[in-house]
């Protein structure tokens, strides 16, 4: 593994609100890792008991427990991430089904991100072939299949990655959304909330429905796609291939991947004196 040597396990944080499906496949992940990997929760205000029972089942360590009133994007701003530990880390949503994802992808998402250190994180692609056709799903494609029109190299797409899943080089206490890499050569997770219709729910996905809103879950806050969003979903693609040649050139990555990551990307819940 090239000249890597971690003594410890990496921190892999998994981003919760009430989902416990999640964490068995994070665990069962984390367990055929080839990479020595430590996992750990970061909760959003979770309240179901069958979401405790599976935390205390798993022996998973709760790193962070908070009580709802900050957003995913906030586990950084607040100086959360930063304050957790040093060093890099793996972090995710806790909606994704790992099964088809090979074993050595947490080696994969590390080789990535050492070779390419100028963008923020290296995830993996997302299941889309597998979607329901119908309304809601065409939403999805819609609105996801933006992230798989270039490929920067033979394993992986130029995209941006929101928190689903990514390995991160550096700590910091700022959230961007500037480009990034998903890796497609070793495997897709499945997003399954995307599969979740309101005519059969099950008990997970009718609890956490009842209770997350647009601030803990961007799925609950709605899926339209605009003609806004597609408009700027053209632009990005445009510029995201015309920076392609300089983000694989290290002074010149270094320097596009910061002019991306300047803008500000506001946070999932607003303030409480707003």
């Known amino acids: 593994m090239k000249d890597f040597d971690f003594k410890d396990p990496i921190d892999f944080y998994v981003i919760t609100f009430n989902r416990w499906k999640g964490l068995v496949y994070a665990h069962d992940f984390v367990q055929r890792s ?38 995913p994007r906030e586990l ?4 959360i991430i930063r304050d957790l530990g040093d060093g890099p880390y793996f972090i995710s949503d806790a909606d994704l089904d790992y099964s088809g ?19 923020e994180k290296v995830g993996l692609t997302i ?33 941006h990655i929101d928190t689903t899943i990514a390995f991160y080089l550096k700590r910091s206490s700022k959230f961007r959304l ?20 309101e005519s059969y729910l099950d008990e997970e996905a009718g609890f956490y429905w009842a209770k997350a809103d647009r601030y803990i879950s961007s799925t609950t806050g709605g899926l339209g796609y605009s003609k806004r969003a597609a408009v700027a979903d053209v632009a990005k693609i445009s510029l995201f291939m015309i920076c392609k040649p300089l983000l694989k050139v290290p002074f010149l ?10 803008r500000k990307v506001p946070n999932t819940l607003p303030r409480k004196d707003s």
Not at 101 to 119: D, I, Q, R
Not at 138 to 156: A, P
Not at 182 to 196: L, M, N
């Open 34 to 71: 080839k990479l020595p990997i430590s996992l750990k929760v970061l909760d959003m205000g979770s309240t179901n008991q069958e979401f405790w029972r599976q935390i205390e089942d798993l022996g998973i360590e709760v790193s962070y427990r908070g009580s709802g009133d900050i957003g």
């Open 76 to 79: 950084w701003t607040s100086g």
């Open 101 to 119: 994802v090979e074993n050595n992808a947490f080696e994969s998402m590390l080789e990535k991100g050492t070779e390419y250190p100028w963008f």
């Open 127 to 159: 299941d889309l072939q597998s979607v329901p056709i119908d309304k809601l799903g065409e939403q999805v494609i819609r609105r996801e299949s933006v992230n798989w029109k270039i490929r920067f190299d033979h394993e992986s797409f130029l995209a």
């Open 178 to 197: 500037g480009p990034s890499l998903r890796i497609h050569s070793c495997g897709s997770v499945i997003h399954y909330p995307w599969f979740e219709r």
């Open 253 to 262: 990555g270094f320097l596009v991947a910061k002019l991306f990551w300047s």
